[in-house]
């Protein structure tokens, strides 16, 4: 992955870190790397600039939002994502989640779909930033998942639903692991793997908030 240049950002990137590990965030040292290595500045609108290392939600297009620096580490530490794994993301936003998986998968593959035409051409330009080669964004409804590529290691859902899309746990491998917000003006970080055995909760952690998902066709 070929860096931008971080320009005046350093100090309040460092600050950020140290923040999100004060509060029981970031405790993976490959997800840090990944903060680092890809920038959050690189991935939202001039207008927001002053925020880029604030840990809060930013409005980016379409009134959509990146997301929170906290709930990106938590989510992309609970996904735990090796080298060479292929990824499906559901709301690629400003790209830079997608970003981060791309830099912990190495070789292997992210594909991101985004309903919004603006905001998959907005992401692209961030990702092309970087020269990254391993993600592919795709135009779309992601509440049906992205069957051309599957079945997927890993599933990241970064909207919110209420109650995971029933393709998309047909999308994913066994032992494949898919993470998202489940609920209804809050939501819960929910956890789940696939098993020879069917579906199993791992983990569920409360008081988060999302924009939700929009499922085109009311489909399950
Ligand atoms: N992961 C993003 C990032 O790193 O910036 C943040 C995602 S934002 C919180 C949620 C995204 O999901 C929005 O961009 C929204 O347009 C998208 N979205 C909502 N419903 C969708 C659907 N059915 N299919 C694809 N994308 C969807």
Same mark, same amino acid.
């Given at each position: 992955m070929t860096k931008p240049k971080i320009g005046n950002f350093p100090t309040s990137l460092n600050n950020l870190i140290k923040l999100l590990k004060n509060s029981g965030f970031l405790n993976d040292d490959n997800v840090e790397s990944a903060f680092r290595d890809v920038p959050r500045h690189e991935f939202i609108p001039e207008s927001e600039l002053d925020y880029a290392y604030s840990n809060e939600p930013l409005p980016i297009m379409n009134k959509q939002t990146i997301s929170q620096p906290s709930v990106v580490s938590r989510m992309t530490e609970w996904l735990d994502v090796k080298k060479g794994q292929k990824i499906l993301e559901i709301g690629t936003g400003s790209g830079w989640q997608s970003a981060i998986l791309s830099y912990l998968v190495g070789d292997g593959t992210v594909y991101s779909v985004e309903r919004h035409p603006e905001l998959a051409k907005f992401a692209q330009e961030n990702l092309k930033k970087f020269n990254t080669d391993?993600?592919?964004?795709? *135009?779309? !409804?992601? =509440?049906? &998942?992205? $069957?051309?590529? =599957?079945?997927? !290691?890993?599933?990241?859902?970064? #909207? #919110?639903?209420?109650?995971?899309? /029933? =393709? *998309?746990? !047909?999308? /994913? $491998?066994?032992?494949?692991?898919?993470? &998202? %917000?489940?609920?209804?003006?809050?939501? =819960? *970080?929910? /956890? *789940?793997?696939?098993? $020879? @055995? &069917?579906?199993?909760?791992?983990? @569920?952690?409360?008081?988060?908030?999302?924009? %939700? /998902?929009?499922?085109?066709? &009311?489909?399950?």
């Open positions: 391993n993600v592919h964004v795709v *135009l779309g !409804d992601g =509440s049906q &998942g992205y $069957s051309e590529e =599957s079945p997927y !290691d890993r599933i990241i859902i970064t #909207a #919110a639903c209420t109650e995971i899309p /029933l =393709s *998309l746990f !047909d999308q /994913l $491998s066994e032992n494949g692991i898919i993470i &998202g %917000p489940v609920g209804g003006n809050t939501q =819960s *970080l929910v /956890l *789940l793997k696939k098993t $020879s @055995r &069917g579906i199993v909760e791992i983990k @569920r952690e409360s008081h988060y908030v999302f924009v %939700p /998902l929009v499922r085109e066709f &009311g489909k399950k």
